[in-house]
């Protein structure tokens, strides 16, 4: 169907006879059919190998087709009937220009896309044939951390379910916990899945590390934070020496996660603050005390710092969170929605933490790694520009960057990448992009993919809903998948409104209205 005419590093040129890819056009075989289209793969001979070249980019010169190529990889020739086997990506010999350049079949598109042995899920058809499988190599893609990048109303969610999903079915023994901030993901996991929220989360003031205290307890800025972290750090660490656990310990620092009583830090910093030798006046004192008196009686905070949450509970919290064992529910939802926006992040952050420090402390034991998905991930990795220095932040870059080393996995799930921490994306191994529609959103995906993918990137902006270019370590070559459709039950309930037949609806209203403001009042309890 044409010649190789310019051969260069990543990218070369190839001249179509558009006579040839007419004809072809017309074939039974959607891939041949599409050879040479934008965006579609083509091969030629090197030596005793087949490369296999991607379309980027197609001009009419004078009454040739030129179009622009990446080399994706090369495949064995089977000696007999010349079919392609054996496909891995990279490239050992480039093709001299004047090479004849032919379309891809079917049958070479199963050859280069099909999984081999190792343990993988299928999440979708190859684009453009209708059988072919797109697999996804799952230790590949969690030992290196993915991401999932997409703007609204692309499927996004349903994607990430969908992935989760055949996860969770190939490792039934798996433990993977979800940070879900908008109360979605619940209905897509009621039979596979623990189901938390601030009504059975149950999750220990006490877990918090000092930098966790400090963002709760602590209200002030500048020079007088610095005064009352101080004086908290000695009264919290007071506070957990009168436990009994503190004697089996020794010395204790203020990090350590031994349960104490906030009646006892109150009565603590009360004394404190009445001490003659103490070095500042009672202003630090008065407002740490106001802050924690404010929180132990605000209803909303209960999940977290009611007082029944004082014994010594920290291994059934793991043990229920991160699925130890998981009794055929690997993954857990934590629904975040329902937690008040001052403490959202920090609660994001004790949990991300935990599923560190395990991961480090368990170092010598049985190894059981855990996978951390995280939705919205912009708002709890923010980018240098919204930075706001919140440990939840600091946290999920330490996962991102050392992670992997302690079986830690990272799965951070967007609609707006150039918000996220330039240095947390560059980590993520696998790129799973949807259709993205900011033009600086497209351009920080680009800078964050390999090379050899850059021609499928170009095809972002114009993806349909459902479907999907995967770059990176889980997959054989940089592939566009459409997402297989998911059962009613297995969705999450992110469907949008539908104003047109929604506001044709009335009655009713007056007790919806009570119902909803008593729920308002009451603050969901």
């Given at each position: 169907m044409g010649s190789v005419s310019a051969v260069g590093g990543a990218s070369s040129e190839i001249i179509l006879d558009p006579a040839a890819t007419n004809v072809l056009s017309t074939s039974a075989d959607?891939?041949?059919?599409?050879?040479?289209?934008?965006?579609?793969?083509?091969?030629?001979?090197?030596?005793?190998?087949?490369?296999?070249?991607n379309v980027r980019a197609l001009r009419l010169d004078?009454?040739?087709?030129?179009?622009?190529?990446?080399?994706?990889?090369?495949?064995?020739?089977?000696?007999?009937?010349?079919?392609?086997?054996?496909?891995?990506?990279?490239?050992?010999?480039?093709?001299t220009p004047g090479t004849p350049v032919f379309p891809i079949s079917t049958s070479d598109l199963k050859q280069i896309y099909s999984a081999d042995d190792r343990a993988h899920i299928e999440v979708g058809n190859v684009y453009p044939t209708r059988d072919i499988r797109g697999a996804l190599y799952v230790d590949a893609m969690l030992g290196k951390h993915f991401a999932l990048l997409g703007s609204t109303g692309t499927g996004k969610s349903t994607s990430a379910a969908l992935i989760l999903?055949?996860?969770?079915?190939?490792?039934?023994?798996?433990?993977?916990?979800?940070?879900?901030?908008?109360?979605?993901?619940?209905?897509?996991?009621?039979?596979?899945?623990?189901?938390?929220?601030?009504?059975?989360?149950?999750?220990?003031?006490?877990?918090?590390?000092?930098?966790?205290?400090?963002?709760?307890?602590?209200?002030?800025?500048?020079s007088d934070r610095q005064v009352d972290a101080d004086i908290l750090a000695k009264c919290v660490l007071m506070a957990k020496q009168k436990n009994r656990l503190a004697a089996e310990f020794g010395k204790l620092t203020v990090d350590a996660p031994i349960p104490y009583l906030l009646s006892d830090l109150t009565t603590i910093i009360q004394n404190e603050m009445g001490k003659m030798d103490k070095a500042t006046d009672t202003a630090p004192y008065l407002r740490l005390k106001s802050k924690i008196d404010e929180i132990k009686g605000d209803p909303r905070y209960a999940f977290m710092f009611s007082g029944m949450l004082v014994s010594d509970t920290m291994a059934s919290f793991i043990s229920r969170i991160f699925r130890l064992p998981s009794d055929g529910k690997p993954i857990s939802i934590i629904d975040v929605s329902g937690v008040p926006s001052e403490i959202t992040s920090v609660v994001v952050a004790?949990?991300?933490?935990?599923?560190?420090?395990?991961?480090?402390?368990?170092?010598?034991?049985?190894?059981?790694?855990?996978?951390?998905?995280?939705?919205?991930?912009?708002?709890?990795?923010?980018?240098?520009?919204?930075?706001?220095?919140?440990?939840?932040?600091?946290?999920?870059?330490?996962?991102?960057?050392?992670?992997r080393k302690y079986g830690v996995s990272l799965g951070l799930i967007t609609q707006r990448p150039s918000d996220l921490a330039e240095g947390v994306l560059s980590q993520c191994g696998t790129i799973i992009a949807m259709?993205?529609?900011?033009?600086?959103?497209?351009?920080?995906?680009?800078?964050?993919?390999?090379?050899?993918a850059r021609g499928f990137l170009d095809a972002i902006p114009a993806l349909r809903n459902r479907e999907c270019i995967m770059v990176g370590e889980g997959v054989a070559t940089p592939v566009r998948v459409t997402f297989d459709s998911l059962s009613e039950d297995k969705r999450p309930a992110s469907s949008d409104p539908v104003f047109s037949q929604l506001w044709r609806q009335t009655g009713g209203e007056d007790a919806s209205l009570e119902r909803t403001i008593r729920k308002w009042r009451s603050q969901g309890r």
């Open positions: 959607p891939a041949v059919a599409a050879s040479g289209t934008m965006g579609s793969q083509v091969k030629m001979r090197s030596g005793q190998a087949w490369l296999i070249a004078g009454s040739k087709l030129v179009a622009q190529v990446d080399f994706l990889g090369e495949g064995d020739e089977e000696r007999l009937t010349g079919k392609l086997y054996n496909f891995r990506r990279g490239v050992t010999r480039y093709p999903h055949r996860i969770c079915e190939l490792s039934p023994q798996g433990h993977i916990v979800m940070i879900d901030p908008h109360g979605e993901y619940s209905a897509a996991f009621k039979t596979n899945g623990a189901l938390f929220d601030v009504s059975n989360l149950a999750m220990p003031y006490w877990l918090m590390n000092f930098e966790e205290h400090c963002e709760v307890f602590v209200t002030t800025q500048g004790v949990l991300s933490r935990m599923v560190f420090d395990h991961a480090i402390w368990s170092r010598g034991e049985a190894q059981r790694p855990i996978l951390l998905v995280c939705e919205e991930a912009h708002r709890y990795v923010p980018n240098e520009r919204n930075a706001d220095g919140s440990s939840v932040g600091r946290i999920l870059s330490r996962i991102a960057k050392e992670g259709r993205l529609n900011n033009d600086r959103d497209q351009a920080f995906v680009r800078a964050a993919m390999p090379e050899g």
